[in-house]
């Protein structure tokens, strides 16, 4: 009998060249040296986007919830989320004391609906956070301009979408911030991590005093001119993301690789849904995404019958409105009743195996689970 292996989810790609740069600064990033790696780290990362300032972070959610102190969003702003997200992209709303507001996605790209944004707009609103979603690119084209006519900031959670473009430009580069996760499943991974990028010089200054404790940069007589946070990532980490940039061509043709495979495979199957890449996009397909046709009884069936052939998946994000985290909300309440799309969509969705050690036979293998489930 033939055993096989679990397919994982998700999975990073790590070399002697990553293993090589860990151990370098385990030995050597101290004293004076302490920062050198994450001086590196930031600049490359920065170069990388295109834009003038990089901070390392140990998350993504420290981004957005730093993104959200340096724009003085606080009680009382509203602040827009696209309803199908990752709850990080989201909870920093939470922490300012400022109110979520959920809008709805668009069917094509499954990110920020623009008119659905704009709809939800208020006197209050303050920021808007477009998530770029399972490694697509939202209509920066209509947000931005819809969010400069209203003063609303944009925070862009480029945390599934790291090398992705739209005309040409990077993912990241769009907002007021850009904001990037290393975790483990991500793309690029430092174990645990985040990046913030920004061209506005001002921004950049406020969140290296709120991230540090409220010290001034280069502070060396701790001296504390306000309560900040703590939000730094460790020489070790930085080494590791360090190495994996110097990789990041490498692994986004592998993420694009893994989706055309699945592409091959599945087509003809016209009841099934992908990953979109409209004109003018660069896709780096995060996680490859299958929304299922209804009579497959919801992603939870699906991704039982994956489960039971030896293959993980993960459920399509659930509205956010419809989470018992924000049970009893208002504003869940009128998500859950005008965001049409994401409650459309989010039943049906499964992320497939995406790993960046995922081979052309485990692809096989998934496909051949879902023509059974399509086909019976
Ligand atoms: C992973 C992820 C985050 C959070 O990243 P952390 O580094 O875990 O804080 C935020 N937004 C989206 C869309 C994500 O997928």
Known sequence: MVSLERIPVSGP???????????EAARTAWYSNANAFNERFERAFAAYVGTPHAIALPSCTSAIHLSLLALGVGPG???????????????P??????????????AGTWCLSPSSFEAAITPRTKAVIPVNLYGGMADYDAINRIAARHGVAVVEDAAESIGSRLHG?????????GVFSFHGSKTLTTGEGGMLVTADRALHDRIQVLRDHGRQPGDRFFYNTEVGWKYKMSSMQAALGLAQLERIDELVERKRRVFDWYRERLSGLDELQLNHEPQGVLNTYWMVTAILPARVGGKRA???ALSAAGIDSRPFFHPLSSLPAYAGTPQA???????????????????LPSGLGLSEADVDRVCGVLRGLLER
């Open 13 to 23: 790609s790590i070399t002697e060249h990553e293993v090589g740069y860990v151990a």
């Open 333 to 351: 309440g009128a998500a859950a009743a005008a965001n049409t799309a994401s409650y459309r969509i989010a039943p049906h969705g499964v992320n």
């Open 169 to 177: 430009r990077a993912s990241g580069s769009f907002g007021t911030t």
């Open 302 to 304: 699906a991704m039982d």
């Open 93 to 106: 709303i939470h922490y300012v004391g400022a109110t979520t507001v959920f809008a709805d996605i668009d």
């Open 77 to 91: 702003d509203e602040v827009i989320v696209p309803d199908c997200t990752w709850i990080a992209s989201a909870a």
